[in-house]
């Protein structure tokens, strides 16, 4: 019964699906709600959806162990629960978890116009996620083994664990960030790149990544449902930081550190653009016509203004626009 390891994805699919209500409720009674800027009207709506996923993913996590553990009978991924793996599935589950509440801190501060969250400062952001690396720090994981190019194999012994892991763990949790401000963005983008890495982590074997890229997969299509546009809830840094810690998590758990870099290569090119306007460039726009216009007129400082500045593209064309590219982009991993 090979296939009822996706059992535990439509489980977290519908977990997400009948939570999301509740949390979009929750959320609009204690007030934490932000402007919808891409909308003429810029209504309020509940910030912090990463929550949902959250949720959806642990449940998922732990219906996986819970068969393991006494109908090991029923599913043969090939994940034996020694262990080792064991460690691994915590570990990386408690990575995933505390990203995820520091993106909510991150959320809980709404200024006064309700323009957007105020909270972290920037420098702080880095520092917290940091210690949202420590799990997949202190066990050993992966491979320390790394092709570089023009170098070739390098060993990189113990600083893999001490340098590269926090470095790229701080460096993917942020990064996801910086490229979001349209209904659907995040998570379109997340459905595509999770799957994809899901997929190859699989048939390379790597089975813990296939299960933590599977649930994420599920949880977000479960959510887009309500993310898409018009929202009904925005998925917040608590989303963001998610997403991000979920393909670095993918990555060092997977052994699949280039398949990771190259789904992040939107991510690489926003923080170039975003670089020539010292991170202060907004993606979204304002509202004309059932368009979405640049605020920054015809400069490029985001690869969303590439659409937002010709003001002939809706918020539903962008987003699926950047879907489309980024199944492009992921796709050259099988090469």
């Known amino acids: 019964m090979k296939y009822f390891v996706f059992l535990y994805g439509i489980f977290s699919f519908f977990v997400v699906l009948f939570i999301t209500p509740w ?52 599913t043969t991924i090939g994940l034996v629960l020694n262990n080792y793996n064991l460690v691994v599935l915590f570990s990386a589950a408690l990575s995933i978890l505390t990203v995820t509440i520091i993106g909510f801190l991150d959320d809980l501060i709404i200024d006064k116009s309700h323009d957007g969250s105020v909270g972290l400062k920037q420098w702080q952001k880095p520092l917290l996620t940091l210690i949202a690396a420590v799990p997949l720090m202190v066990i050993k994981i992966g491979t320390t083994d790394m092709g570089l190019p023009f170098i070739g194999v390098v060993d990189f012994g113990i600083f893999y664990a001490l340098i590269l892991v926090p470095l790229g763990f701080v460096g993917s949790s942020n990064m996801v960030n910086m490229l979001a401000g349209f209904n ?104 004309k016509d059932g368009k979405i216009m640049s605020l920054h007129g015809k400069h490029v400082y985001s690869l969303t203004h590439l659409f937002t500045r010709t003001g002939r593209f809706t918020e539903n064309q962008i987003v699926y626009s950047f879907m489309i590219i980024e199944l492009i982009i992921s796709s050259l991993i099988w090469i």
């Open 184 to 287: 659907g963005l995040e998570a379109g983008m997340g459905i595509v790149y999770t799957g994809m890495l899901g997929l190859y982590a699989y048939v390379n074997d790597s089975y813990v990544a296939a299960l933590i890229a599977l649930l994420t997969f599920c949880s977000l299509i479960a959510f887009f449902i309500y993310n898409r546009s018009p929202a009904k809830i925005l998925p917040g840094d608590s989303l963001t930081y998610l997403l991000g810690a979920i393909i670095a998590v993918i990555a060092i758990v997977g052994n699949l550190e280039r398949a990771a870099l190259i789904c992040s290569i939107p991510f690489i090119l926003e923080l170039i653009l975003k670089s020539r306007a010292r991170l202060h460039a907004h993606n979204y726009g304002y509202f």
């Open 23 to 74: 949390l979009i409720r929750y959320l609009k009674k204690i007030g934490l709600v932000v402007k919808d800027q891409n909308k003429e009207s810029k209504p309020l709506v509940p910030i912090s959806g990463g929550l949902a996923v959250l949720f959806g993913i642990m449940a998922g996590l732990m219906l996986f162990l819970f068969v393991r553990t006494f109908f090991s009978g029923f």
